[in-house]
């Protein structure tokens, strides 16, 4: 089992910044963000595997960046440029790679105000 906490949302104004943390209780191979908002299915945000490779949603390209701390089996997502349609719970995710499981943190909220 692996425990994920969160830590970083919050209240923004649009063109703001927030950075988002995800510990790890132990390191994992693939680590990463979704976000939910009202009325939505949940979507991907970014992903990172511990090799460095990444991945990101073509919303937040050029805004959002993703990183990890393997020593610390931490993932961070810096937003930059933020937009009120970021507004949504963001998920932290983190994934095995060999036997597939799956673990999600609690949520964050991000409120991005116009």
């Known amino acids: 089992q692996v425990q994920l906490v969160e830590s970083g949302g919050g209240l923004v104004q649009a063109g703001g910044s927030l950075r988002l943390s995800c510990a790890a209780s132990r390191s994992i191979f693939s680590m990463g963000w979704y976000r939910q908002a009202p009325g939505k299915q949940r979507e991907l945000v970014a992903t990172m595997t511990s090799d460095g490779r990444t991945h990101y949603v073509d919303s937040v390209k050029g805004r959002f960046t993703i990183s990890r701390d393997n020593a610390e089996n931490t993932v961070y997502l810096q937003m930059n440029s933020l937009k009120p349609e970021d507004t949504a719970v963001y998920y932290c995710?983190?994934?095995?790679?060999?036997?597939?499981?799956?673990?999600w943190g609690q949520g964050t909220q991000v409120t991005v105000s116009s």
């Open positions: 995710y983190a994934r095995t790679n060999v036997v597939i499981r799956e673990y």
